[in-house]
Nanobody
Framework: QVQLVESGGGLVQPGGSLRLSCAASGNIVSVSTMGWYRQAPGKQRDLVASITSAGTTNYADSVKGRFTISRDNAKITVILQMSDLKPEDTAVYYC?????????????????WGQGTQVTVSS
């Protein structure tokens, strides 16, 4: 019912920048919090940044001052602008949204995930 399509990952040198984009589609009535998570090999999936429907943002300490999250409610899109990238930022990045979808006579809320996009920071 909800599809998330991510783009923008790739290989970048330390100190470089990347822009990740995630577009949602489907039978969506409303979207609450949108965010990005990342998972490095052998590690758990951790929150990188999130943004509420009111525009309140939250960042992991490790990315504060380097990453910026934004959203376009009309296009149901969330963007992660990453700068001053470091090798420890290497991971698969996943988009996540909390959305309500239309069902007969009601709305059902749930969390939805993108397929993941690889970000590799290496010289």
């Amino acid at each position: 019912q909800v599809q998330l399509v991510e783009s923008g990952g790739g290989l970048v040198q330390p100190g470089g920048s990347l822009r990740l984009s995630c577009a949602a589609s489907g039978n969506i009535v409303s979207v609450s919090t949108m965010g990005w998570y990342r998972q490095a090999p052998g590690k758990q999936r951790d929150l990188v940044a999130s943004i509420t429907s009111a525009g309140t943002t939250n960042y992991a300490d490790s990315v504060k001052g380097r990453f910026t999250i934004s959203r376009d409610n009309a296009k149901i899109t969330v963007i992660l602008q990453m700068s001053d990238l470091k090798p420890e930022d290497t991971a698969v990045y996943y988009c996540n949204i909390n959305a309500g979808v239309r069902i007969p006579f009601s709305t059902r809320w749930g969390d939805y995930w993108g397929q993941g996009t690889q970000v590799t920071v290496s010289s």
